[in-house]
């Protein structure tokens, strides 16, 4: 069996980001969306989900984009995950569905082992970690160059297509609405993604293709069930 988690990065960005992923959700086919706690936008993000309890939201870790990290830095950033995740219990009043990061910094060897530890702590999948499998290539800019073409719905449709694989895939994006709140070189290109995943023709790629949409909220559900323990790398 093929499911798809399409996860929303950036909630709590601005308001239009905010707008965006609950209209990719409402009206297209975002399922999951991982929730910034660091900003003035993350409040309304907050509540704003509360009226879409089929919606899974993780914690977005935001540590900035460039982290380099010395011995020193080491006791900052585990004190800084752990303020980050209390944030979110204050503004949801529940644990998050999942664990990611703002740019990825995760990845980063020496922020790796802390990220690992507050997943494993709280029981949390976490990006690249887990019994799901990560597809980024839906995204609409690199070499500072943006490619609309890549988040059209045409280019969605042969990703669901030709990429989505047996077992459990989340599919990440970054749907949203150009707005004065934040300033960044990604923004005409989060309307385009929205209008790809709410496009019709995607729902009817994902029948074709028998891609079953999920959740972070189905992930223990899923990961038990033979046919996804079968599929798992």
């Not at 995760?106 to 802390?114: D, S, V």
């Not at 707005?179 to 993604?193: C, F, H, K, Q, V």
Request: charged share 25%; with cysteine; glycine share 8%.
């Amino acid at each position: 069996m093929k499911y798809l988690i399409v996860n929303g990065d950036d909630f709590g960005a601005s308001r239009g980001i905010n707008r965006g992923i609950l209209e990719a959700h409402e009206r297209g086919i975002l399922t999951s969306t991982s929730l910034l706690v660091n900003t003035p936008w993350s409040e309304e993000a907050g509540k704003l989900s509360r009226a879409a309890p089929d919606l899974s939201v993780g914690l977005h870790v935001d540590l900035g984009k460039e982290l380099t990290l010395t011995a020193d830095s080491r006791g900052w950033m585990r004190g800084e995950l752990s303020r980050q995740f209390a944030r979110f219990r204050e503004l949801m009043d529940r644990l998050p569905t999942h664990l990611d990061s703002h740019h990825n910094v995760h990845r980063n060897p020496q922020a790796l082992l802390l990220f690992l530890e507050l997943a494993e702590e709280h029981g949390l999948p976490m990006r690249e970690h887990s019994s799901v499998r990560y597809f980024s290539k839906f995204y609409g800019q690199w070499g500072g160059q943006t490619h609309l073409e890549q988040i059209s719905p045409e280019s969605l449709a042969r990703m669901l297509e030709t990429e989505i694989q047996e077992g459990i895939t989340e599919l990440s994006c970054h749907p949203g609405y150009v707005d004065p709140d934040y300033p960044t070189g990604y923004s005409t290109e989060r309307e385009a993604e929205l209008r790809a995943l709410c496009d019709p023709r995607i729902r009817q790629t994902l029948a074709e293709q028998s891609i079953h949409l999920a959740s972070f909220h189905d992930l223990g559900k899923l990961a038990a069930s033979p046919a996804t323990r079968d599929a798992a790398p």
